[in-house]
């Protein structure tokens, strides 16, 4: 998991009006020989797309909120 940052020329890749996953389009990418980086992230991260995860960061969220929401 993690979030996904491209190009907005990469989308041209997707074909429209159909479902497409995003291991195809790097497979794709990486068949074009365009370059694909990656960068971890080390901070809090929390998946919520489980009910259980969810409740996790509902519960974490109130100790959390002022790293979460931090203005810089």
């Given at each position: 998991?993690?979030?996904?940052?491209?190009?907005r020329?990469?989308?041209?890749?997707?074909?429209?009006?159909?479902?497409?996953?995003?291991?195809a389009?790097?497979?794709?990418?990486?068949?074009?020989?365009?370059?694909?980086?990656?960068?971890?992230?080390?901070?809090?991260?929390?998946?919520?797309?489980?009910?259980?995860?969810?409740?996790?960061?509902?519960?974490?969220f109130?100790?959390?909120?002022?790293?979460?929401?931090?203005?810089?």
């Amino acid at each position: 998991m993690g979030v996904y940052v491209v190009n907005r020329e990469v989308l041209s890749l997707l074909p429209p009006d159909q479902a497409d996953g995003f291991d195809a389009l790097m497979l794709e990418l990486l068949r074009r020989g365009d370059p694909i980086n990656i960068y971890p992230h080390h901070g809090y991260w929390l998946d919520i797309g489980r009910p259980d995860d969810y409740a996790q960061a509902v519960e974490e969220f109130p100790t959390m909120e002022p790293r979460l929401l931090a203005h810089g």
